[in-house]
Every structure is written in structure tokens, then in C-alpha cells.
């Protein structure tokens, strides 16, 4: 059984930096796909960025391409997303998912896997 376990988030500064982990059990990510999703309260979960394992291929929405890079720790099976700049619009509960496969989607049906969330505040 496949287990994502997100850590890593809290209360920041705008300008800082953050790096949230997933941890995964049950699955190897070489040939999966990891996106990362995030929800503000009150608002639909959104797309934040994906990365294949297979091909390298990396895909961020335009709201932090430039200030997020994804990337995995072979040796313990954990993704991280860091997060650079931050700003307020930036607060919401993060999320990481697994694909199984190569694609890379922003689209939460094409993610098989979901974790619990880790909640990131950013203030003003």
C-alpha cells in the first residue's frame, strides 16, 4: 500500500524560504511521477507543480515557476518541494501526489496517491 507522508511546512516571513518533504512508503518513484497541490481556505485545490521520475520533465504553474524547484532523495524515497520568495498568497495546505507512469499532469484525477497535507502560512 502506497503512504505519502508531507512535512515540512509552518509559519514563515514573506521573502523566506521553505522545503516540504513527502515522504513515500510502498512504491519506488523511479518510474512515477510526483505532483504537488495546494488549498487555501475557501478556495479549490490547485495545481503547484509536477516532476517525472522517468524523463526528468518538470511542469510548475505560473504562479511560482521560478521560485519552485521539485526534487526526490533517492535514498529515502522522498520528494521535496522547495519554495523560494514566499508570499501571502502562498499560505494554503500543501499537498504531494503520485502517479503511476511518466506523465506529467496538473490535474488532481490524473494522481493515484495523495497525502495528508502540511499546512504553510506565509506573513506579511
Known amino acids: 500500500q502506497v503512504q505519502l507522508v508531507e512535512s515540512g511546512g509552518g509559519l514563515v516571513q514573506a521573502g523566506e524560504s521553505l522545503r516540504l518533504s513527502c515522504a513515500a512508503s510502498?512504491?519506488?518513484?523511479?518510474?512515477?511521477?510526483t505532483g504537488w497541490f495546494r488549498q487555501a481556505r475557501g478556495k479549490e485545490r490547485e495545481f503547484v507543480g509536477a516532476?517525472?521520475?522517468?524523463?526528468?520533465?518538470?511542469y510548475y504553474a505560473h504562479s511560482v515557476e521560478g521560485r519552485a524547484t521539485i526534487s526526490r532523495d533517492n535514498a529515502n524515497n522522498t520528494v521535496y518541494l522547495q519554495m523560494n520568495s514566499l508570499k501571502p498568497e502562498d499560505t494554503a495546505v500543501y499537498y504531494c501526489?503520485?502517479?503511476?507512469?511518466?506523465?506529467?499532469?496538473?490535474?488532481?484525477?490524473?494522481?493515484?496517491?495523495w497525502g495528508q497535507g502540511t499546512q504553510v502560512t506565509v506573513s506579511s
Open positions: 501526489a503520485l502517479a503511476d507512469g511518466g506523465v506529467i499532469s496538473g490535474h488532481e484525477r490524473h494522481y493515484d496517491h
Open positions: 516532476r517525472s521520475w522517468s524523463s526528468g520533465g518538470t
Open positions: 510502498g512504491r519506488t518513484l523511479q518510474t512515477t511521477t
